[in-house]
């Protein structure tokens, strides 16, 4: 059965399969704004909740507190930095396996994983040994 979206839905779907980068509420309501949309910032927050909850969209948390969305058709692994807000993506997907069995074992339907480590860069890593 297909899901019936909103034209929001639609709008910021399109923004996101246009984008090569992952993108904030912030800059999805920008780029909306910029395609000459009215809409607001709680319209797209609760667009991009509806499509996260259907399994089109994922949201990544970064160390700030922020989160940015993409389309929910890959699967994203990054390292963190604390400090500067670096996101370095992990190149292997160190949990595909478990994520099936878990599926299977659990009889839950997943859309999508993630997998965040939290830390310092090698830049600042340098820069806290150094002072």
């Known amino acids: 059965m297909k899901e019936k979206l909103t034209a929001n839905q639609r709008r910021i779907l399109e923004v996101l399969f246009s984008s090569a980068e992952e993108l904030s509420a912030q800059s999805l309501h ?31 948390p970064l160390a700030n507190g922020e989160y940015i969305y993409s389309i929910a058709s890959a699967h994203r692994h990054h390292f963190t930095c604390v400090n500067c807000g670096r996101s370095l993506p992990l190149q292997e997907c160190p949990v595909h ?23 310092l860069c090698q830049n600042c890593t340098q820069v806290n040994a150094a002072t």
């Open 30 to 60: 920008q780029a909306l704004k910029q395609q000459q949309q009215q809409v607001g910032l709680a319209t797209v927050y609760r667009a991009l909740k509806a499509l996260q909850l259907i399994g089109k969209v994922q949201a990544r």
């Open 97 to 119: 396996d478990l994520e099936q069995q878990l599926a299977q074992t659990q009889q839950f339907q997943v859309f999508y994983h993630t997998l965040e480590f939290f830390g």
